[in-house]
C-alpha cells in the first residue's frame, strides 16, 4: 500500500519554484550529509535540546565523524545553562502544586496488563522504503510550508498549529503506580512547558476548529519528553488517517488554492473512499470549544512503554479535564474565536491552577495498532495529573509563553538511536504514523524561519 501510494504520489509533488532564502541568523552551516545521516536529526530544535545531536553537528562540520558514545558522547551535558531546560531539569525543580485526585491503583493497572498483547512488533519502515518515505515527507512539508510564501508570508511558519492559545508552565505528577511498574520518569512530579493551539495553519482562525495540546517535559539528567495531543470528542478518539502516508494526503489540503483540486489530489492517493472518509472525520473533529480548560485530547497514535517485568506494552494517551466546566463563553465584539479563548483562558490562570487527568489506555486483543482509523477497545487508567499553574509572575509568564511558541515540538527527541537519553523508554513512539511524524516535524522545524 505503502509503495503504492508513493509512486501515485510523484505526479502530483512539485518542487517550489521561489528560491527560499534562509535568515542569516538561524541557519548555521550545514555539515556534509553523504554519510547518509539524515538531515533531519538537525533541526533548531535538535541542536537546542538534544546536545547528542548538537555534538555529532559541531563534530561532522569540522570535518570529523559523528559522534558515538564510544566518542565521549555520553559526557554531552544534557541541558544548557541559563534554558528554561535546565531550570525544569529534576536537580532545580520544585513543583508549586500538588496532585488533587486519587490514583488509579496497582491491582487495576495489572489487571489492564493481564490481557494486554506484549511485545508486538513494529511495522515502522525500514530501509530503502524508509527513505523513500522520509524524502516524500520532506518534499510534501515543504511544498506546503511554500504556500504560505506564494500567500504573502514574509516568511514560513509551522505547517499547521499557528495560532498559540496558551504557552507557558506545566507540571505534571505521576502515578506512583505506574512508576513502580514501568521504566518511567524518576521523579514524581515533572516540569516542562505547554503549548495550546488552534489546529488551523491561520495566524487568527475564527469559528470551529481542531485544538493541539502539545507537551515538553524535562526528566532525567534534563533530558526532553514530548507529548503532543489534539482534540475533539469522545467520538472522534481515533485518527482521521490510516497511516503517515495518509495523514501527509490530508495535509496537503492546506492552503491550497481549490479545495476541489486539492481533494481529487487526495482521492488520487489513497482512493476515493478513503479521501472522503476523512474529510468527514476532520469536520467530526471541529468543535466549537468553550473554554481551553475544556479542552480535551488525545494520542491517537500508539507508544511504547517498557514494564519493569521486561515486556514492552503499546499504550495510547488522553487529557482530560478536571477543572469545573467553564461558564458560556461572553464574546466581545469583533474578536475571533482564538482571540476570546486566548483572552479567558489569561484571564483563567490568573487566578487558579487548571488540571487535566492524564490517561493511558493499553493496546487489548482485538485492538489495531497499525490502522490509527481504528479505536481500541480497553479501559483507560490514570497515569498523571497536568496541571497549569495559576500566574504568579507575569513577566516570567511572558518568557515561558515565548518559550512555547519558539519550540519545535517532535514526539522523537531523545528516542533515536543517535541521542537516546535516559528516559528514551518513556513513550517510545510506535509504528509508521509515528515514524512519519519524525521527518515531517523535522522538516517543519526546519522550514520555519526561511523568506521568500
Known sequence: ????????????????????????????????FSNGVPMELFTPEALEACPHARAMFERMKAGGPALSQENGLESVALAENGSWIQEKAPANFQAVTQPSREWTGKEEIQKVLSTSPKNVEDNAAKGEEATEMR???????????????????????RTIHTKQLFGGDVEVHWNPAVKEMFNFFSEDSTGGLARISAASNEQNPDGKDMYGFALELVGTDGQVTDILMTGGTPRTAASQAEDGMAQLALLNMVGISSKVGGLAKMAYEVGPIDAGRMVVDVGRMKTELNSVSDLEAWSRAPFRLKGKDGHHYLVKMKATPLSEKAPEAQEREGETTSERLANDFA?????NDTRWSFDLQFMQPGDDPNDGRKTWSGPWVNAGEIVIPKIQDGAKAKE?????EETKFNIWKGKEAHDQGPDFEVFYPHGNTNLMRLWA????????????
Open 1 to 32: 500500500m505503502i509503495q503504492t501510494r508513493l509512486a501515485r504520489s510523484e505526479s502530483v509533488m512539485r518542487t517550489p519554484t521561489q528560491a527560499l532564502k534562509p535568515q542569516e541568523a538561524d541557519k548555521p552551516a550545514m555539515p556534509d
Open 135 to 157: 524524502l516524500f515527507a520532506r518534499e510534501r512539508i515543504g511544498e506546503i510550508q511554500h504556500r504560505q510564501l506564494d500567500a504573502g508570508a514574509d516568511k514560513m511558519h
Open 347 to 351: 484571564a483563567k490562570t490568573a487566578e
Open 400 to 404: 515561558m509563553a515565548q518559550a512555547a
Open 441 to 452: 516535524y523535522g522538516e517543519s522545524a526546519r522550514n520555519r524561519g526561511v523568506a521568500g
